[in-house]
């Protein structure tokens, strides 16, 4: 028996037999293979086509539920409203000056305006109503009429004030915010920018990176980026950006950016020299604020230094010259 197999091992017919046998099935199988595993791309495609409807639909319904509690734009109140509209405040007391430190204090909507038009009619007569009752009813100070008629005018001309020069603080804290930032801002931006990514990444990731340091650079960055993705014009978005802040390096680096988009000139060497020009100014400045120190405390010193320094000095003198005498 053994030998009967070994003979039929070693015959050479039943080896070409057994190895085309086997390329056959070999053939077969990777003919149908293919046909066997199905559309596996198609299949995944459809899995994650269903499962993004599914989050679609999950954020759509998470948006209306909240819609009644929270909304992006806040609407004015409508006392403020109305006293605005019934008087036409908007006419004889909104300036377009007004409206564009509103923009640049971080004041924006149609809430801001109507705000800052109802404040700036109470204020100034509060003040007066204020004033006049307490220096003519309440305490007249010992003065006479007219220099508490004067007080009572002044108290008003301070009402009238009062709004735009706490719009002019605000405004003026938010850029010195967004100017010591800026330069640090635009480093991250060209990295952005030289590592490949488009100008939209860039602010975005900036607006992420720089909140840190500045929360109101920060949020001028992330309006860009959002403006940039739903405006007919780029050009817009970069001009809204340099409006918005009011600083003459993020103008040029709008200007720098407008430029690049229409002549296609690059943008890595214009920003690297803009933030090598932000950091330079920002030196120029705190270099003039040492220089100004000196010149500041000249009159301090005279006033609260001079008196006691010659009152330690002329003090011995003085109580020896009064023994001797």
């Known amino acids: 028996m053994l030998a009967l197999l070994i003979e039929n091992v070693t015959d050479l017919r039943v080896l070409l037999a057994l190895v085309g046998g086997v390329a056959v099935a070999v053939t077969i199988m990777t003919v149908a293979a293919p046909l066997l595993e199905g559309n596996v791309l198609g299949k995944r495609m459809k899995s994650v086509a269903s499962e993004r409807d599914k989050i679609r639909a999950r954020e759509r319904d998470r948006l209306a539920r909240q819609v009644d509690k929270v909304s992006l734009r806040q609407e004015p109140k409508a006392f403020m409203r109305n006293i605005v509209e019934r008087f036409k405040l908007g006419d004889w007391l909104g300036t377009e000056t007004a409206k564009r430190q509103l923009v640049m204090a971080g004041f924006?909507?149609?809430?801001?305006?109507?705000?800052?038009?109802?404040?700036?009619?109470?204020?100034?007569?509060?003040?007066?109503?204020?004033?006049?009752?307490?220096?003519?009813?309440?305490?007249?100070?010992?003065?006479?009429?007219?220099?508490?008629?004067?007080i009572v005018i002044g108290a008003a001309y301070v009402g009238i004030k009062a709004p735009e020069i706490y719009?002019?603080?605000?405004?003026?804290?938010r850029q010195l915010s967004m100017r010591l930032a800026f330069p640090d801002a635009l480093d991250l931006m060209l990295i952005c920018v030289e590592s490949g990514m488009?100008?939209?990444?860039?602010?975005?990731?900036?607006?992420?990176?720089?909140?840190?340091?500045?929360?109101?650079?920060?949020?001028?960055?992330?309006?860009?980026?959002?403006?940039?993705?739903?405006?007919?014009?780029?050009?817009?978005?970069?001009?809204?950006?340099?409006?918005?802040?009011?600083?003459?390096s993020v103008k040029s680096v709008c200007t720098a950016l407008?430029?690049?988009?229409?002549?296609?000139?690059?943008?890595?060497?214009?920003?690297?020299?803009?933030?090598?020009?932000?950091?330079?100014?920002?030196?120029?400045?705190?270099?003039?604020?040492?220089?100004?120190?000196?010149?500041?405390?000249?009159?301090?010193?005279?006033?609260?230094?001079?008196?006691?320094?010659?009152?330690?000095?002329?003090?011995?003198?003085?109580?020896?010259?009064?023994?001797?005498?």
Do not use: H, W
């Open 108 to 150: 924006r909507g149609q809430q801001a305006e109507v705000g800052f038009l109802f404040f700036r009619l109470v204020t100034p007569i509060g003040l007066f109503l204020f004033a006049l009752f307490y220096l003519f009813v309440l305490n007249d100070l010992g003065q006479t009429v007219i220099v508490r008629a004067g």
């Open 167 to 173: 719009l002019s603080n605000t405004m003026a804290k």
């Open 198 to 248: 488009s100008i939209e990444l860039a602010f975005r990731k900036v607006s992420t990176e720089i909140g840190s340091q500045s929360v109101a650079l920060a949020e001028e960055f992330a309006l860009c980026t959002a403006e940039l993705s739903y405006l007919s014009e780029r050009r817009q978005a970069y001009e809204n950006l340099a409006l918005r802040t009011g600083l003459e």
């Open 258 to 325: 407008i430029q690049a988009e229409r002549y296609g000139t690059p943008l890595g060497t214009a920003l690297r020299t803009l933030a090598q020009e932000s950091r330079d100014q920002r030196m120029n400045e705190a270099e003039k604020k040492a220089a100004a120190l000196p010149p500041k405390l000249t009159v301090p010193m005279i006033v609260f230094f001079l008196p006691v320094l010659f009152v330690v000095i002329m003090t011995p003198a003085v109580l020896k010259a009064l023994r001797a005498f």
